[in-house]
């Protein structure tokens, strides 16, 4: 895959442009849910990956191929989600409800189990999905890369450029936070009822 | 997708059961004395809970004889084993979130956005130096231009000036207007290596100096006008008998106040006095028409120079 990027980054570079568009349809699904789940609306999310790729593409000769062509967008991306989320702060024009119920996620599938047991847990989803959005940003963007995009400890370090201990001490403190907003989940779960 | 539960227990003998008789955890005491036993086992959980996270993490700080030590405590222990079973709940729910589905497929936008935005701008994105060489219209000292990444990058850090704050569209027009302004530039076949960017901000700057320029013109002419005329003269002469007898008056009327008295007569004088000064002065200076003319431009071009000419170097270095 690495080096599929990188003769499709070489070609780009030598002024192939479909290149660059196989880049796009690889990943742009991977930066959009960096984005959705970081931003929390679709429409936020989709600007963010159309600016991600354009920065990208700006920026593609710079790219050193020291680390994946996906950790580099991700870097990106998460950078501009932080300036987006600060941006916002610093409006505070809207509040954070109106915006989730823009951007609600798709319901999952319900044939895989019961109509009830679907319902219960997309009610489940989006109350994690909330409690995620509800985290601080430099918390939520590790627990963001590490529990859904399934990156390394490692690779988030080197992305968002802080050392591996510190790293750690955010998830392990975004966890516990998680935890404690999830709190009537897992203790309806302790009790026995089916969640 | 990477198995972080790699120290997991024997399932097959009976789960935690398999770890009824745990071994001894680092730093636990064996003490049979009831309060100091309880004491050592909140010790003991404290140091387990703080290893928790790695276990769960499974990021190589447990060794495999720590991991089945902690199993055993984890056995034993209902709170630790309360705590960290909620740890990987948390963490199944997280992993449990299903992708975010994509309303559209961005890949036809970004890629007519790069034709558009970037591409059609002469100097203002060549991701190499051979694609600039190869497109009609890039110099070569553009190409060269090209090879500086940090150049490119705060091509397109100004060109999307807007995303941070949410007005991504402006991102366009930013970039129409800088095409606009060099129309002439990207039509040269020899093209210097500044940025687009740049050169818009050169031009505003430019034009923003016409403007005041003419300002300044128009002000200088009219002061002119107002001491080089009879009635201009006698205008500012009349305005500054009206400003010294206003004074005087002013002077007269704080004299009266108990507790200032000698201050106000002083300050009466001084304000009359000055007054007064101001007056001859402004009329010695319409008598000389053409010394007035030459001091008012003087003047004007001065506090052009402090004033404008200031604030503007400090614009374009985002002061």
Redesign the interface.
């Known amino acids: 895959m690495e080096q599929e990027d990188a003769e499709l980054v070489r070609q ?4 192939n ?1 479909a290149a ?2 196989g880049l ?2 690889r990943y ?2 991977q930066v ?2 960096l984005a ?2 970081m931003l929390g609306n ?1 429409e ?4 963010l ?3 991600t ?3 990208a ?6 790219f050193r191929q020291d680390a994946s062509f996906l950790t580099w967008l991700y870097k990106i991306a998460s950078n ?1 989600c932080i ?2 989320l ?3 702060k610093a ?1 505070s024009a809207l509040s954070l409800d109106v915006e989730l119920e823009e951007g609600r ?2 319901a ?1 599938d319900a044939r895989a189990c019961g109509p009830e047991e679907a319902a219960v847990r997309d009610a ?2 989006e109350i ?2 909330h409690a ?1 959005l509800n985290l601080p940003e430099k918390y939520r963007v590790v ?1 963001v890369m590490r ?2 995009q ?1 990156m ?2 490692d690779d988030i370090a080197r992305v968002l450029e802080l050392p591996t201990g510190t790293v ?1 001490t955010h ?2 403190r975004a ?1 516990e936070m ?2 404690g907003r ?1 709190r009537p ?2 203790e309806m ?2 009790d026995g009822k089916p969640i | ?2 198995n972080r539960f790699e120290h997991t227990p024997p399932e097959g003998q009976g789960g935690w059961g398999a770890y009824v008789t745990p071994p001894a955890v680092p730093g636990q005491q064996q003490n049979n004395a009831g309060a100091t036993e309880t004491q050592a086992q909140v010790g003991l959980c404290a140091h387990v809970q703080d290893l928790l ?1 790695a276990l769960i ?1 499974n ?1 190589g700080q447990i060794r495999p004889e720590m991991a089945t030590t902690l199993y055993g405590h984890l056995a034993v222990c209902k709170a630790c084993a ?1 705590e960290f079973a ?2 990987k ?3 199944q ?15 036809g ?3 007519s ?3 558009t ?3 059609s701008v002469p100097g203002l ?1 060549a ?2 130096p ?2 600039a060489a ?2 009609p219209g890039f110099g070569p000292s553009v190409a060269g231009a ?2 500086d ?1 940090r150049e ?2 705060k ?2 850090a100004v ?2 000036p807007h ?4 007005a ?1 569209p402006s ?1 366009a027009t930013t970039t129409r207007q800088a095409a606009g302004t060099t129309a002439g530039f990207a039509s040269a076949a020899s093209v210097t290596p500044q940025t687009v960017a740049e050169l818009a901000q050169e031009t505003r700057t430019t034009m923003r100096t016409r403007e005041r320029l003419t300002l300044a013109g128009i002000f200088s002419a009219l002061l002119a006008l107002a001491f080089t005329t009879t009635w201009g003269r006698a205008l500012l002469g009349a305005n500054w008998n009206g400003v010294s007898e206003g004074a005087g008056q002013v002077g007269d009327a704080l004299r009266h106040v108990p507790l200032l008295n000698w201050l106000t007569v002083l300050a009466g004088a001084a304000l009359s006095q000055a007054g007064g000064l101001v007056g001859d002065t402004y009329r010695s200076l319409g008598s000389l028409a053409l010394q007035g003319l030459a001091l008012d431009i003087g003047l004007c071009v001065a506090m052009y120079y402090v004033l404008v000419a200031r604030r503007q170097r400090g614009q374009r270095l985002g002061l």
């Not at chain 2, 995303?163 to 949410?166: E, S, V």
């Open positions: 780009t570079l030598c002024g442009t660059y568009n796009v349809l742009q699904r959009y849910n959705y789940r679709a936020d999310s989709g600007d990956v159309q600016e790729f354009l920065r593409y700006g920026a593609l000769a710079s501009l300036d987006q600060r941006s916002r409006k996620e798709p999952a489940v989803q994690v999905h995620i627990v529990h859904l399934d390394s400890v750690k998830l392990f966890r998680l935890r999830l989940v897992l779960e302790t | 997708m990477e996270p993490e990021d309360r909620e740890m709940r948390v963490i729910m997280l992993a449990a979130l299903p992708p975010a589905e994509m309303p559209m497929d961005y890949s936008l970004i890629m956005r790069i034709q935005e970037m591409l994105v991701p190499h051979t694609q190869a497109r090209a090879t990444t490119i990058e091509v397109i060109a999307s995303f941070a704050t949410g991504v991102v």
